[in-house]
């Protein structure tokens, strides 16, 4: 099968394209013909060696998230499976090939009526979204932040916080970006690269931080008593470092996002029945064939992608 490797720890070059064994699914495992793979922002930080949470070892095949059809099935494996349109994970690495193996207890069936890369889209993102908003406690009526609103996983909670009765402000960086926002339901949009962009968007209630910095402490600013801030991104390259006194003092709470299993397979599951429903549309900002994968991780990394970028296999 083809495949892309990573070859060394390094900039966008080291993923280089070339073929690989096909793999076989074990005991409880299944065979994916990958029609998609999933690129996140945490992955360009795989690569580069930066991030020890999920640290590979070259040379690998980088990967998690993928979309397909299953081929084959490992023993213990239902064989209903065989032939079904499924998303999953596939345990961080191996998702930029052409086949992939899964844990089956994994997979997500995708419903009718959604297409395979839309529902790829929602994979990583759209649990995250949900598992956010969850964890924010969210109510009609209240005022919320959204950061990187343009991206993966911030367009899918300006829609998520829309659907809950909130009034939405979209943080992002250029009319681009801004204006996408907008079309996706945001009461307001402002620019986080203009000076005093905090008073233009105003007091909130509730901050999803999707960039951090200086832009994350700004955002905290507009907390005020009851107010929540959860963060799930790092797209400044380092975290808001809100301390803990400061919010307390606030009447602010930081809250950390439950991405519990059951958490995350119940997102999963409500992104996907959203989108069928037609009421959640992720944005596929950019497809790279499997081969480009190195130009795919460079157009992250310059911050110039809008929502969801995607392998097409």
Known sequence: MRAVWLTEFGGPEVLVAGDAPDP?????????????ANITFVETQVRAGTMDMFKLEPP???????GGVVRAVGAGVDQ????????????????YA??????????????????????VALLADGRTAAVLLRTAGVRAGERVLVEAAAGGVGSLLVQLAKAAGASVVAAAGGERKLELARELGADAAVDYREPGWSKAAGPVDVVFD??????GREAFGLLGEGGR??????????AAGVPEEDAKARGVSLVQPQYTPRFMREGTEHVLAEAAAGRLRPVIGQRFPLERAADAHAAIETR???GKTLLEV
């Open 229 to 238: 801030m959860l963060s799930y991104g790092l797209a400044s390259g380092e």
């Open 304 to 306: 110039g992608t809008v």
């Open 24 to 36: 076989v699914p074990g005991d409880g495992q299944v065979l994916i013909q990958v029609a998609y």
């Open 98 to 119: 052409e086949l992939a193996v899964a844990a089956a207890e994994g997979l997500y069936e995708v419903p009718g009526g959604v297409e395979l890369d839309v529902a």
């Open 210 to 215: 999707g960039v951090g910095g200086a832009v």
């Open 60 to 66: 690998a095949i980088p990967g998690n998230g993928v």
């Open 80 to 95: 209903a499976w065989l032939g079904k349109r499924v998303i999953t994970s596939v345990g961080g690495s191996g998702g």
